[in-house]
């Protein structure tokens, strides 16, 4: 059973950094993209980055770029998502996701987590 399993979302304050982990579990990973989104109330969900498992390279969208990053434990099949300089505006319910293709779009990924809420308030 493939699975995704997030954890690590809590709450933070203001300027804190939290780290948010992705088990990856049911079948190889190899040449997938492992993402990351986060969806506010009343929004759209949104692509963060993602983490391609060949390669090793990350990619980000430029409104993180530099406050989080993608990385990997090939041993434990364990995706990260390190957020630094958090604000009240990156509070969100964060998503783990996985594409055979690299890809910004939702519909693209065909694995998901249930998600780990993150809330940044003093």
């Known amino acids: 059973q493939v699975q995704l399993v997030e954890s690590g979302g809590g709450l933070a304050q203001p300027g804190g950094s939290l780290r948010l982990s992705c088990a990856a579990s049911?079948?190889?990973?190899?040449?997938?993209?492992m993402a990351w989104f986060r969806q506010a109330p009343g929004k759209e969900r949104e692509f963060l980055g993602y983490f391609s498992w060949s390669s090793g390279k990350p990619y980000y969208v430029d409104s993180v770029n530099g406050r989080f990053t993608i990385s990997r434990d090939d041993i434990k099949d364990t995706v990260y998502l390190q957020m630094n300089s958090l604000t009240p505006e990156d509070t969100a319910r964060y998503y783990c996701?996985?594409?055979?293709?690299?890809?910004?779009?939702?519909?693209?990924?065909?694995?998901w987590g249930q998600g780990t809420q993150v809330t940044v308030s003093s």
């Open positions: 996701a996985a594409s055979p293709i690299a890809s910004m779009l939702t519909q693209n990924y065909n694995y």
């Open positions: 049911g079948r190889s990973w190899n040449g997938f993209f």
